[in-house]
C-alpha cells in the first residue's frame, strides 16, 4: 500500500482514526526506553489504547544500531503476542527495529541477500511515530542491521510502513547533541540525495524541501531552541527521508558506519566526520555543474574552493567535532567502506586523498 503520513502538531489525533479503521485488539509496540516517557509519548499512546480498550505488548529490549540477535528475540515475542498491528515510537533504530521485525515475521530470506520469500504470516500494518528528527526511517523503504558487526541494508518495498506521524512535540525535549547528531544526518540526507546520480525530478523536490527547512534552522535550533525550530527540523527531516528513499545515499554514508560500530560515534556525527571533504568533493569536481549551482544556492555559499572548510565550521558550529581522535585506525576506517552507497556518489573516491583531509583536520583550528 502507499504510506499514509500525518505531519504537525495536529498529527497525533489520527492515531486513535487509524487503530480504529483497523480493526486493532492488540498492538505490539516496539518502543525506546527512557525516551518514551521523556518525549511524552507513553502517555498519550496509553491514553489512546485504554480509551479504545486495546491490548498491548511491549518490546524495548535491544541495542542502538538493530543487531540481528535482537530482531530475532523481537520476532519471537511478537509470535507470542498475536497481535495485530506493530506500532513503533522512536528514534531510527527503534523505527528500523520495528520495520525489520514486521518484515521478517512475514517474509523468509537471509539479511545478506536480496531475495526475500513471503512466508505463511501476515504483513502486519505499521504505524511508525518519530521521535527524534532526522533519520528519515519513517519514510524509507529500507533498514539498517547489524549482524556480527558488519552493516547490511534490508531492502524492500514492504519494508516502508504503512503510516507515519510525524508529531513534533516528542522531540521537544530531546538533548542538544542528539538534536544536532539527527539534524545533520538529515541535513546530510537532503544534500546527498540532491548530488545523488540516483536523482530525480520527485527526490529533488523533497531534497528541496528538506534543505530549505534543515540548512539555517538547524544552527539556530541548536544554539537557541525554541518548540518552532523544532518542528521545521522535524518536518524537514520527513522530507529528507522522502527523498534518500528514491535516491538512498552516498559517500558521507558510506564511509561513516565504521565510525558507529567500532568508535561508538552516533550515526550522524559519524556522518558529519567525512561529511565537509565531500561537499567539496562533489561540488568541485561534478560534471553538473548546473546542479552544484543550485544547491550551492540553497545553502547560500558561493565559493567552491573552500567548501571544506566553510562545511566544517558549519559542523563545529551545531556542537559536533569533525576532529579525529588519535586511536582512529583510518586505514581500517577507510576500508570498511559500504561499497553498496559509494557507488551513487557523483564523484569517484580517491581514498588516500580522503584519508589525507582526515589527517589535515587534526591541525584544523
Known amino acids: 500500500m502507499i504510506q499514509q503520513s500525518y505531519i504537525g502538531n495536529d498529527s497525533i489525533n489520527q492515531l486513535a482514526d487509524i487503530l480504529d479503521r483497523l480493526s486493532a485488539k492488540k ?10 516517557v521523556t518525549s511524552g509519548a507513553r502517555d498519550i499512546i496509553n491514553t489512546i489504547v485504554d480509551k479504545a480498550k486495546i491490548s498491548t505488548v511491549e518490546f524495548f529490549d535491544f541495542e542502538e544500531n538493530p543487531k540481528y540477535e535482537d530482531m530475532l528475540k523481537g520476532i519471537e515475542i511478537l509470535k507470542d503476542s498475536v497481535a495485530d498491528i506493530i506500532l513503533a515510537v522512536g528514534g531510527g533504530s527503534v523505527l528500523d527495529m520495528a520495520k525489520l521485525i514486521r518484515f521478517f515475521y512475514a517474509y523468509e530470506g537471509d539479511v545478506t541477500g536480496k531475495v526475500f520469500v513471503a512466508n505463511n504470516n501476515p504483513l502486519l500494518p505499521l504505524v511508525v511515530l518519530p521521535t527524534t528528527a532526522g533519520t528519515g526511517a519513517e519514510a524509507t ?10 552493516k547490511f541494508s534490508v531492502e524492500h518495498d514492504d519494508m516502508l510502513p504503512d503510516y ?5 512535540p516528542f522531540t521537544y525535549n530531546n538533548p542538544i547533541y542528539l538534536t544536532a547528531c539527527t539534524g545533520f ?3 546530510a540526507q537532503a544534500v546527498e540525495a540532491y548530488w545523488n546520480l540516483n536523482a530525480t525530478n520527485e527526490s529533488d523536490m ?22 518552532e525550530l523544532r518542528d521545521k527540523i ?20 558510506a ?15 559519524a556522518v558529519a566526520i567525512t561529511f565537509p571533504y565531500f561537499m567539496y568533493l562533489n561540488c568541485v569536481y561534478n560534471n553538473d555543474k548546473e546542479r552544484v549551482s543550485k544547491l550551492l544556492d540553497m545553502l547560500g555559499i558561493t565559493a567552491e574552493y573552500d567548501l571544506k572548510y566553510k562545511l566544517w565550521r558549519y559542523v563545529e558550529n551545531i556542537g559536533l567535532s569533525v576532529r579525529p581522535e588519535d586511536v582512529i585506525d583510518w586505514d581500517f576506517v577507510i576500508n570498511q567502506v559500504n561499497l553498496e552507497r559509494l557507488k551513487n556518489n557523483p564523484v569517484e573516491v580517491d581514498k588516500d586523498e580522503l584519508k589525507k583531509y582526515l589527517l589535515e583536520l587534526k591541525q584544523c583550528k
Open 27 to 36: 498492538l505490539f509496540i516496539v518502543r525506546a526506553k527512557a525516551s518514551y
Open 141 to 150: 523503504h529500507f533498514s539498517v542491521l547489524y549482524k556480527n558487526k558488519i
Open 164 to 168: 507515519a506521524i510525524v508529531y513534533p
Open 185 to 187: 544526518d538529515a541535513l
Open 206 to 227: 523533497y531534497a528541496e524541501k528538506a534543505i530549505k527547512l534543515l540548512w539555517n534552522n538547524l544552527p539556530l535550533l541548536v544554539n537557541t531552541p525554541t518548540n
Open 234 to 253: 522535524l518536518e524537514g527531516a520527513y522530507w529528507a527521508g522522502k527523498a534518500i528513499n528514491i535516491t538512498k545515499t552516498t559517500a558521507p554514508h
Open 255 to 269: 564511509f561513516s558506519y565504521p565510525f558507529t560500530t567500532y568508535y561508538n560515534y552516533p550515526h550522524g556525527h
